[in-house]
């Protein structure tokens, strides 16, 4: 399902100052899961705090195809799903159109495994090239009768489970610190005869383990598998159910990450990001933009629907180049783009390595931002798992995001130290995951217009 070919372009002019007070959208991996356990849940489960980004929005058609009914997202971000159980889903007529979110169609191969009707999934020409063979191979170790191309790309194509069969839980140990893969072979370890279990080389996300808790469906984590403290295991045993319940989404770290550069990298000023999720296994950015001695503070830490959250206040900053930990990589993997752009404003060198992962993800974001970045005059070197960026003096040009929207926004954001304007092309994908992005941009005082 190829989507006809968009061009909406960015056009941005130099900035100085960053300063106000904004509040981020929804964070994107927990508005997934909720629609997708409401869905699975007994009972109505209301969701405050709702992305209604494109991405968001093709897991929600996915289950409402799927017979579930689901009213929303409102103006104020509220949705209310009618959840019909674990067994509730119904067969969809079409093939399911995921759009270009492969948290939906990798964590929605773990449920249609356990289905017991046939389903076919596809997205758009982003999504239709990236790898499937890590989600489609341990769901066929559990028996599920699921396949992709034989290149690994979608569509992925599932057969329903005969009438009383189960999936057969497994032992696995991710080949990549996933969360995608993780949540996979987690869902359908709902679906399955015994305990499955998952063990990650490195720590990941970890929303779908507190959400399963929060619908009260038990799991069970050990941390610090064989001494090693990046190990964990996950454990989750089939038949049990899961009960609706109200959600409370923080707002996005990762679109937060936007704001933080801008204000760190900005010439002057004072910018206050409210209500930012700050989930252990994604603050990788606020880690190492601290370590690139930016000034950040985090101020007002509470909990908010099983999440802890807080604001942040970024104040324009001289950023050193560092050597940034691997640790830090699957706990930043989605931020990687901006903080790129927070490198070509330090001073010095920064170095990435470990972070293969990013060839793989809406674009090859390694040698897309390396493109642009050399297209801007910044000097890097690019390597099979990362990069080297050296600051210097952003000038003006044409970048090509590559339908990426994290691509569209890191560059637009790097505008606030241009030597003059920068044209972005192929911007529409910014929708995916946050919708407000211009507005908000423009708000705090930078200056892009889109046509
Ligand atoms: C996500 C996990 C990450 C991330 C993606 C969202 C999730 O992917 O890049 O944007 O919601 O589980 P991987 O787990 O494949 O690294």
Redesign the pocket.
Known sequence: MSQAKKALTFTTRPGHSVSGDIIVPGD??VS?RSIMFGSLANGTTHIKGFLPGQDCLATMNCFKAMGIEIEGPDSDHNVTVHGKGLHGLSQPKEQLDIGNS??SIRLLSGILAGQQFSSSMAGDVSLNKRPMARVVEPLQLMAANISAREDGTPPVVCQGLAENQKLKAIDYILPMA????K?CVILAGMYAEGVTSVIEPGI??D?TERMLTAFGYPVTVEKNIDGDEQKTRISIEGGHELTACDIQIPGDISSATFFMVAGLIAKSGQLTIRNVGMNPTRIGAINILKAMQGDLTIINERMAGGEPVADIVVKASQLQGIDISERDV?LA??EFPAIFIAAACANGTTRLRGAE?LRV?ESDRIQAMADGLVELGIECTVFDDGIDITGGEIGSGTIHSHDDHRIAMSFAISSLRATGSITILDCDNVATSFPNFVSLANEVGLSITQA
Not at 178 to 181: I, W
Request: hydrophobic share 15%; charged share 30%; net charge positive.
């Open positions: 994107k991996s997934h492969g948290t996933s969360a995608q893969v949540s990941t996300r929303h699957p993997i989605d992962e993800k």
